[in-house]
């Protein structure tokens, strides 16, 4: 295909999977109270007026810590229906059903920036994400056994305002 001189590029369309590690530090190891004191000073929440995309496996929205998290303009990029889990190819649910390991690593990911401040959680329970005012954009790319290469460049194109294969647009930009 690349010797064709009508073809304007060839790549791979690698798999890609999401990788638990155990080497993550816990965020109380982080002291990021601290980074949060010169915002509370001035009367901000940390990540107000922002929206992080988080291009992983989707969101379980009914997770507890997200309870009251503003999700803004999601969206399933898993082109294969069987790997999707979800009967589909892209569509605008990002819902996580899981994957093969049950990691729901995206709605993971997602509690790290912004997990609710929840008082009716159990001590056990109860975080609060780096960034807990900040709006999410799940971008659903990884689905039962990873996902593409091209799954993932649509969705951050999708992302960041940008012609893609959906020809959709998010209301704001990540």
Request: proline share 7%.
């Amino acid at each position: 295909l690349a010797a064709n001189p009508e073809v304007a590029s060839v790549s791979l369309n690698y798999i890609r999977r999401s990788q638990n590690s155990n080497l993550q530090w816990p965020l109380n190891f982080q002291n990021i109270e601290s980074l949060w004191e010169p915002l509370a000073l001035r009367g901000e929440s940390p990540g107000t007026n922002s929206t992080v995309a988080v291009i992983d496996t989707g969101i379980y929205s009914q997770h507890p810590n997200l309870k009251g998290l503003t999700i803004r303009d999601g969206y399933d990029f898993i082109s294969d229906p069987i790997n999707a889990l979800d009967g589909d190819g892209w569509d605008s649910n990002p819902e996580d059903p899981g994957d093969n390991q049950l990691s729901y690593h995206g709605t993971h990911v997602t509690g790290i920036i912004a997990a609710q401040p929840n008082n009716d959680l159990s001590a056990t329970e109860k975080i609060s994400g780096l960034a807990s005012s900040t709006n999410i954009m799940p971008l659903r790319v990884l689905g039962a056994d990873g996902g593409t290469s091209y799954d993932l460049i649509q969705a951050m194109r999708y992302a960041a305002g940008l012609n893609n294969q959906s020809g959709l647009y998010p209301s704001q930009p990540a």
